[in-house]
């Protein structure tokens, strides 16, 4: 079993769509939880960093942390097309590795 | 602030030939990680650096893959006698010396092993 799971897609959706995506993970010792967007032979973007549970908002982007359930997401509200990449979620016990999930390749068809 | 910078962005190399990739991180960042994205996949830790000192190298391959962040310079990934299966982007991130968790990528190294 892989210490995180994404579910690699490809997703699909029209513009203006509401698009959630999920990683769940294995490590109860994970601390810190991060979004990162990587576009087409690029290098990833920091999208969203959270500590422990809860959720974040920033703009379109919503991330929520249920160490409980084990479980994040990411919201993207009101979806573009500049949207479409692939989203990998990462996560780390302190200063040290990311383990990142598999990636979703999402496209937001106009 | 200049980001992440990775050299050379492409590189192409016969079997049993060397390869080094180079990093600068962000300014100010002493806290260097190298990364392997194989196709399809996403992307595994190799080794985490700081200046003269390798932190963690639990995801490094045992034979020909090595690292280095010196005191001046570039931090390096080094790669002897390739094979096919080194075919892959390799990205370095960075950090800040403070308790920032967060790591910041290059635009990455495509290696490309003939």
């Known amino acids: 079993q892989k210490e995180v799971e994404q579910d690699p897609g490809p997703l699909s959706v029209p513009e203006g769509a509401i698009v959630s995506l999920n990683c769940t993970y294995s490590?109860?010792?994970?601390?810190?939880f991060m979004w990162y967007r990587q576009y087409s032979r690029k290098g990833p973007e920091l999208l969203m960093y959270?500590?422990?549970?809860g959720n974040k908002e920033d703009g379109r982007f919503t991330a929520q942390v249920d160490k409980s359930s084990k479980y994040i997401s990411l919201f993207i509200r009101d979806s573009q097309p500049s949207d479409s990449a692939t989203y990998l979620c990462?996560?780390?016990?302190?200063?040290?590795?990311?383990?990142f999930g598999q990636g979703t390749r999402l496209t937001i068809n106009p | 602030n200049a980001g992440v910078m990775q050299n050379p962005r492409h590189l192409v190399r016969r079997r049993g030939q060397e390869a080094r990739l180079r990093c600068s991180p962000m300014?100010?960042?002493?806290?260097v990680y190298w990364y392997r994205q194989l196709p399809e996949e996403g992307l595994k830790f190799m080794v985490y650096l700081q200046k003269e000192n390798i932190i963690d190298e639990s995801g490094m391959p045992k034979e020909r893959f090595s690292a280095e962040f010196p005191k001046e310079g570039p931090s390096i990934l080094r790669i002897q006698q390739v094979v096919r299966g080194d075919s892959a982007a390799y990205f370095c991130?960075?950090?800040?010396?403070?308790?920032?968790?967060?790591?910041?990528f290059g635009p990455g190294t495509r290696l490309l092993v003939l």
């Open positions: 990462a996560m780390s016990q302190g200063a040290q590795k990311l383990v």
């Open positions: 991130a960075s950090s800040p010396t403070t308790s920032e968790e967060t790591q910041y």
């Open positions: 300014k100010g960042h002493s806290h």
């Open positions: 959270t500590y422990s549970s």
């Open positions: 490590n109860s010792a994970f601390q810190y």
